[in-house]
């Protein structure tokens, strides 16, 4: 028969890498789009790591907040012409 403890240890570590199953299944999106993107790292304070063998293609999160704030700026220019 198996002690109660070893039960117990066996169900706390079935539970914890479930989590950690879950969790990274989430939160891969995010984890890749900030893989290779330099606004990623630098929003992060991590550029002095950025590795220089990388390309610097931007994520489609900040190719977005980009798209979106040259929209508001022509309009800015739209208006005040």
């Given at each position: 028969?198996?002690?109660?403890?070893?039960?117990?240890?066996?169900?706390?570590?079935?539970?914890?890498?479930?989590?950690?199953?879950?969790?990274?299944?989430?939160?891969?999106?995010?984890?890749?789009?900030?893989?290779?993107?330099?606004?990623?790292?630098?929003?992060?304070?991590?550029?002095?790591?950025?590795?220089?063998?990388?390309?610097?293609?931007?994520?489609?999160?900040?190719?977005?907040?980009?798209r979106a704030q040259r929209a508001l700026q022509r309009a800015q220019r739209l208006v005040h012409s």
């Open positions: 028969m198996i002690p109660l403890m070893y039960l117990w240890a066996g169900l706390f570590l079935v539970v914890i890498l479930a989590q950690s199953v879950l969790l990274c299944w989430y939160g891969w999106p995010a984890i890749r789009r900030m893989m290779h993107c330099p606004w990623c790292w630098q929003s992060c304070h991590l550029m002095q790591h950025y590795p220089a063998r990388w390309s610097s293609t931007m994520c489609p999160h900040h190719a977005q907040r980009i």
